[in-house]
């Protein structure tokens, strides 16, 4: 029996492996299909189909699902039309939620977003209500062997960047939202893509949560992550390092 159950978690964990990069793959082609409708089909022309692809490349998204996803994006009048919709509120604990979704039903969006607060302990609030615990920004992330701190600072600045945070680990850049693009992309000419690049909700202020309140959030961030229309979740929520080890084994 102890084989069998062994056996049963694995295929388990397969399944939900295979479920997340399933929706992920699909959060991807939405964003992929929203930049180049905003803009030329063209990477090079267009930031934001720029940082699509190369979110996709970097998930290990294979390029002929890339070519299609701007292909059909392209056709006129193919496929769904997508819209950008964000709901904030508060989850268990007085932790502030920010949710970012992509899509072609707004009432079946709403309707879900709002489900998973009221069955997580959470509330589903007005637009804004949340967002001032959050500054706006693009953070964008090198490996530390690309440069050393000093001169990924006089690069960043060039570039307009507002900060620069060097550790073992890597470069955070981080710059005004309206700024991102630009900063990436003198960035990226100097030294290579990046490890990662995206807009991000940074907390500016943050709650401490034990063990029982951190699996009560993570239980209405899951809930959130499952939903098709779900592109983003931000949580302003501060966890030990041995508690999260816990409650993720």
């Known amino acids: 029996m102890a084989g069998h159950s062994q056996f049963k978690n694995i295929m388990h964990r397969k399944g939900a492996q295979d479920a997340r990069r399933a929706r992920q793959f699909a959060r991807l082609i939405r964003e992929i ?4 409708r905003q803009g ?12 699509a692809v190369t979110a996709a490349r970097q998930a290990n998204m294979p390029r002929d699902t890339v070519d299609r996803a701007i292909k059909k994006a392209a056709g006129a009048g193919a496929g769904d039309d997508y819209v950008e919709v964000r709901y904030e509120g508060y ?6 939620v920010i949710v970012e979704a992509l899509t ?14 009221s069955k997580h302990g959470g509330a589903l609030g007005e637009t804004n209500s949340v967002s001032f615990l959050f ?6 992330r090198y490996p530390a062997a690309i440069a050393d701190a000093d001169a990924m600072l006089e690069a960043a600045i060039e570039a307009g960047a507002e900060n620069v945070d060097s550790t073992a680990d890597g470069h955070e850049i981080s710059a005004a939202a309206d700024d991102f693009f630009a900063v990436r992309d003198a960035l990226e000419a100097k030294f290579g893509e990046p490890e990662t ?7 500016t202020t943050t709650v401490a949560l ?25 949580a302003n929520f501060d966890v030990a390092e041995g508690v999260m080890e ?3 084994a």
């Open 197 to 203: 690049a995206r807009l991000e909700w940074r907390p």
């Open 104 to 117: 072609d039903n707004r009432n079946r969006t709403a309707s879900d977003v709002r489900s998973a607060f």
């Open 246 to 248: 816990r409650l993720s």
């Open 135 to 140: 500054t706006r920004l693009g953070l964008i």
């Open 40 to 51: 030329l089909p063209d990477p090079g022309s267009n930031p934001r189909l720029r940082a």
């Open 33 to 36: 299909t929203v930049a180049a």
């Open 210 to 234: 034990d063990e029982e309140r951190a699996g009560a959030v993570l239980k209405l961030l899951d809930a959130l992550d499952d939903s098709e229309d779900v592109q983003n979740v931000w």
């Open 91 to 96: 989850g268990p604990a007085g932790v502030a």
